[in-house]
């Protein structure tokens, strides 16, 4: 399953060390993901996570079982329950240990975490932003529901913190597997609020998820219209410039150069 994870269509596969894995198991799945990761035949084209246990003794043990023996494929490393700036900068600390400079993806789902959210995204390490709802319901005593109002406030401090420390902001998982539109319409939503990603538990979500991320050709073709009006308002000294009966300013040509950037790394358009 490790080897075949890369095969599902996601950007990042994370092999997880933390949850998934019994008290009792968690050395075999260090051997397990380790030996993955130092096979000179996985090379997958997509990036590779592991995610370790909170930071301490078990993430420790984590780390030095993944890098035992030698080289090994890997680009990030997830950091769940992240309350603080520190525990990403002590990561970081035993990552050197094992010569490994690799960012972080701190996981936020805590309510630490969430009120220190800003402080986690600028430390220099943090990548980005992710977004754990169950864990943190489960941390302030919420019920979850399927409107999620109850992690909303959170979901978009979130997004807040991610944007004002210019790092990525990954949305929460979507636990009923086999609810398609369920997880199509809470994509959308994340969409909405400002999440560059969002994390899937099952191979089948990937697409949903991407497609949701994938702008469509109505957005594709205003982001173009409204880029190459901005070239010639540009040539001609003007900040402001009517597209389609629109009035156009900076905020909203932010928005063209976002959906021209997701359509570029969707690799089905190309937006000039």
């Known amino acids: 399953m490790l080897r075949k994870a890369p095969d599902a269509g996601a950007d990042v596969v994370v092999f997880d060390l933390e949850d998934a894995v019994a008290p009792e198991r968690k050395a075999a799945a260090r051997e397990s993901v380790h030996d993955v990761l130092a096979d000179p035949d996985f090379d ?11 930071t301490g003794i078990a993430a420790d043990d984590d780390l030095t ?16 329950k992240t309350g603080g700036p520190g525990d990403v900068e002590t990561l970081g600390r035993l990552l050197a240990e094992h010569d490994a400079d690799l960012p972080v993806l ?17 430390v220099d390490r943090t990548d980005a932003l992710v977004f754990g709802a169950e864990d943190l319901s489960a941390d302030i005593g919420a019920s979850r529901t399927a409107e999620g109002t109850e992690v909303l406030y959170a979901r978009e401090h979130t997004v807040l ?80 410039f009517r597209v389609d009966d629109e009035m156009i300013d900076a905020p909203l040509v932010a928005r063209a150069e976002r959906i021209a950037e997701r359509a570029r790394a969707a690799g089905g358009f190309e937006v000039e």
Request: one cysteine or more.
């Open 65 to 80: 079982g993944v890098f035992a023996d030698g080289d090994v494929r890997l680009d990030t490393v997830m950091l769940p």
């Open 44 to 54: 997958p084209d997509c990036e590779v996570c592991v995610r370790v246990n909170p």
């Open 161 to 240: 913190a991610a944007s004002a420390g210019d790092v990525d902001a990954i949305d929460t998982v979507y636990t009923a597997i086999e609810e398609r539109d369920g997880l199509a319409a809470e994509t959308a939503f994340a969409v909405q609020l400002g999440y560059d990603g969002k994390m899937a538990i099952h191979p089948a979500q990937v697409g949903p998820i991407n497609d949701a991320f994938t702008p469509d050709d109505a957005e594709i073709a205003w982001a173009r219209r409204i880029l190459e009006a901005r070239e010639a308002a540009d040539a001609e000294g003007r900040g402001v």
């Open 106 to 122: 701190a996981l936020v789902e805590t309510a630490a975490g969430v009120l220190s959210a800003a402080d986690i995204a600028a």
